[in-house]
């Protein structure tokens, strides 16, 4: 298995004790650079793989696809964690990795460790305050959405196709022993409650 690990912002004390535990059980564990690096330290000897910053993206699949080749044998028969700065699943490096590996090496299971995001960790480190809806951009096109407190989840994703939005995943009380979660639109029910969330995509 590849698991995509989240290391949190950059200091030491605000990894989680899951991102702990699956470093120090891994039989490999990669990061992308120095700061992730000195953070699994502690815990495992990682190996760094090179990820440039670039905008090229034929390049970039190129390298995607070289680190896929390089761990995917790795990965089917053992477990391989990749630390990150941030969380694995927004803007992250191990996004695309995930996606090469899934494509060229469908076998390989993959999975994520969430990680304190840059977005929650700006909020703390500044002391700003966010209560209502919010907006997070690269510049990119937006294709994502996020529905908190979605107590009606199917008037939300009506809403939602009437922006373009087509793909759909109902969760509630994650991470919880009451953990909820449906990725087929037609299984969605009508209700939710404080703690469901719906996710739409634009494909």
């Known amino acids: 298995m590849l698991i995509g690990v989240g290391l ?20 490999k564990v990669y990061v992308p650079g120095e700061m992730a690096a000195k953070l699994v330290e502690p815990y495992a000897t990682p190996e760094i793989l090179d990820f440039p910053m670039l905008r090229d993206y034929d390049v970039l699949n190129e390298v995607w696809k070289k680190n896929a080749d390089l761990i995917a044998e790795e990965s089917r028969n053992g477990n391989v964690a990749f630390g990150l700065i941030g969380d694995p699943n927004f803007f992250s490096t191990f996004t695309h990795l995930k996606r090469v590996m899934n494509k060229h090496y469908p076998d390989v299971e993959t999975s994520t460790v969430p990680g304190i995001s840059s977005i929650t960790s700006f909020a703390a480190r500044t002391d700003a305050e966010v209560d209502t809806s919010f907006e997070v951009s690269d510049g990119s096109e937006t294709k994502h959405k996020i529905r908190l407190k979605a107590t009606r989840p199917k008037e939300i994703m009506d809403d939602f196709k009437e922006e373009g939005y087509n793909e759909f995943i109902f969760a509630e009380r994650l991470f919880s022993d009451r953990e909820v979660i449906v990725k087929n639109s037609e299984e969605i029910p009508e209700k939710g409650n404080y703690f469901s969330i719906v996710y739409a995509k634009k494909n």
């Open 8 to 27: 949190g912002p950059g200091d030491p004390e605000l990894l989680t004790l899951k991102a702990v535990n699956i470093l120090k059980n891994s039989d």
